[in-house]
């Protein structure tokens, strides 16, 4: 059975053979015939039912609003939460008769920031038993609403639990978010959506930053709430229209199956779907559903099922093979399946705008949906992720309240400029966003291209993110040095070491997001939810004592420890450069056994 050791007592060859979960045949090798010759051709998986209502049938326009919507979601939510620590500032001016210490209103960020990597807890098990767009709305409505009540308050602990509201209802945004757009594309789309939503994600937090501190000094501190209010409320009026329930039950479809069917309609993939090699996995047959099992007696010439005019998995008959077609099953150790003829398409209702508004979904086993995200602590890949979104996301937060701060004192006395720091990030932002998309998906199908199989490796697109972890990482020491030692130019210094930080948050999430969705794919949600739980305890804890600590050790120090923390963790992604598809293997029989 696979194990550590079986899959670390592989071959270099069996391990480019094996197809473990996340392996899939992507470019099928001269199919298309083209101007006299035959040309690759990119498979589309994973592979689409015939059904309309099928988020990888949906329009083109559809897919794009909801996108456009989700991520608009994930823009505000970090707006949100990343104007306030410019807004500091003016607490003592706006409420004198309730002065703060610094180190006091420091709580209405970290707690609004924990707040957002634990209410996942509760918010991923919920979209898996009552769908995505429930819990999207739900989180939307929240957001409008806590926000609106902040326009309303005047005391500091009533602003406090608003914050942790606000930070509970934006946490669907990292981790609902990513699976919807993981359900809605195939995979060698998956990279540049994914690239556009985590640019969203990483911008709100810069324009909140930006415009924080002038609304806040110019119009007045409730009016930071009342700008807010507006945007929430869009999205919410967004998320009712433009966001349709993503999860859909493929049933065999999900299955790594060999489908040798005609191609009935513009719905049905031309291409077959990646072979399920039962030599170089040989557990992943242990470990199918119980109703894709043949369970009577097998003989050795019998292929597994024959296709049935019943569209019922449970009733296919064997049918003998001939020797040669034994033979060669034994000599290539592929085990060929095939399924019944699909529906035909106008068997399906078409997907109106009604059906796109409808909620109601429920998919039970509670207690095991809740605790199915702590069983994904045995996968490698989430640990590597939790340290390094972890610690990107602490190094913006730490930069993103510690440097205003810095710019209102001499030399620099900025005032309420102070946000102007946040322009660094916002161009490190950009350039992230589009060195990820405009290679993501290209590598992968590239590397497909050149192997004889035409497999896609989820771990084809991690290099990507080796240039963008060493950026992020050393400018944590850019910053703690020009902070340390002021001049009269050293915020350019300031603003370069933010934007390479923010160029890191920009592409290491996107890549590391797409890569969970191809590994682990219905599992990816649950994966996203210890993440963020990382990605909320880690700012936290940084941003609690801070400012203890520059003030006791100055910048140097700190952002010196921050920046050898984050260094370790960017190292991490060596041993998945260098044998993430061996770990693969070793855990398949989990991660099928789970979907």
């Known amino acids: 059975m696979p194990g550590w050791k079986y899959a670390f007592s592989l071959t270099r060859t069996a391990v480019q053979a094996a197809t473990p979960p996340g392996t899939v045949r992507l470019i099928e090798h001269s199919t298309t015939r083209e101007n006299g010759k035959y040309v690759d051709r990119v498979a589309k998986y994973p592979m689409p039912t015939l059904d309309p209502a099928d988020p990888l049938n949906w329009a083109p326009w559809r897919k794009v609003a909801c996108i456009v919507s989700v991520s608009l979601y994930a823009f505000v939510s970090n707006f949100v939460s990343a104007s306030m620590a410019p807004a500091l500032v003016v607490w003592n001016i706006e409420f004198p008769q309730d002065p703060r210490e610094l180190a006091q209103l420091m709580q209405l960020v970290a707690y609004n920031i924990l707040l957002l990597g634990l209410g996942n807890v509760w918010l991923v098990p919920l979209a898996n038993i009552f769908g995505r767009r429930p819990i999207i709305l739900l989180s939307t409505l929240i957001l409008f609403i806590s926000t609106v009540s902040g326009a309303i308050t005047s005391n500091f602990y009533g602003f406090l639990v608003i914050r942790m509201f606000q930070g509970f209802a934006s946490a669907a945004s990292e981790t609902v978010v990513p699976a919807i757009v993981g359900e809605m594309f195939f995979v060698h789309e998956r990279g540049g959506w994914m690239a556009f939503y985590t640019a969203a994600l990483a911008a709100g937090s810069v324009v909140g930053g930006i415009s924080g501190g002038y609304i806040a000094t110019r119009l007045g501190w409730f009016q930071l709430f009342s700008v807010s209010a507006a945007l929430t409320g869009f999205v919410f009026i967004c998320s009712v229209l433009a966001i349709p329930e993503t999860i859909y039950d493929r049933g065999a479809h999900c299955l790594p199956i060999q489908r040798n069917l005609p191609r009935p309609s513009r719905y049905m993939p031309k291409t077959p779907a990646p072979y399920l090699s039962l030599v170089t996995l040989p557990s992943m047959r242990m470990t199918l559903p119980s109703r894709f099992r043949w369970d009577g007696e097998m003989p050795s010439d019998l292929t597994w099922y024959q296709p049935s005019s019943s569209g019922d998995l449970t009733t296919f008959t064997p049918t003998r093979r001939t020797s040669k077609q034994a033979r060669s099953s034994h000599a290539t150790g592929v085990t060929t399946f095939t399924v019944p003829p699909a529906v035909p398409h106008m068997a399906y209702p078409p997907y109106t705008f009604a059906d796109s508004l409808r909620v109601g979904m429920y998919r039970g086993r509670i207690r095991y949906q809740f605790m199915k995200p702590w069983y994904t602590l045995r996968l490698p890949a989430v640990w590597v992720v939790m340290l390094q979104y972890g610690g990107l996301v602490g190094a913006v937060a730490v930069i993103s309240t510690i440097g205003p701060l810095i710019l209102t004192l001499p030399p620099y006395d900025w005032g309420q400029n102070t946000g102007l720091l946040f322009i660094g990030a916002l161009i490190g932002i950009v350039l992230g966003g589009l060195c990820t998309g405009l290679l993501a998906d290209y590598r992968l199908k590239k590397l497909a291209r050149n192997q004889d199989h035409g497999y896609a490796e989820p771990e084809a697109r991690l290099p990507i993110m080796l240039p963008a972890l060493a950026v992020g990482t050393g400018g944590l ?64 804890i940084w941003l609690l004592f801070v400012t203890q600590w520059v003030q006791a050790d100055g910048y140097l120090v700190p952002f010196g420890g921050f920046t050898l923390i984050l260094g370790v963790f960017s190292l991490l992604i060596v041993p998945l450069l260098w044998a993430g598809k061996r770990m693969r293997i070793a855990t398949a029989r989990y991660v099928v056994g789970n979907q």
Not at 480 to 491: D, V
Not at 508 to 530: G, K
């Open 477 to 540: 020491l850019v910053f703690g040095f020009c902070a340390q030692y002021p001049g009269q130019y050293q915020w350019v210094g300031l603003e370069f070491a933010y934007g390479m930080v923010a160029f890191a948050l920009a592409q290491v999430p996107s890549i590391w997001f797409s890569y969970l969705i191809d590994a682990y794919n219905q599992l990816a949600s649950d994966c996203f939810v210890m993440i963020c739980i990382f990605r909320g305890v880690v700012p936290f």
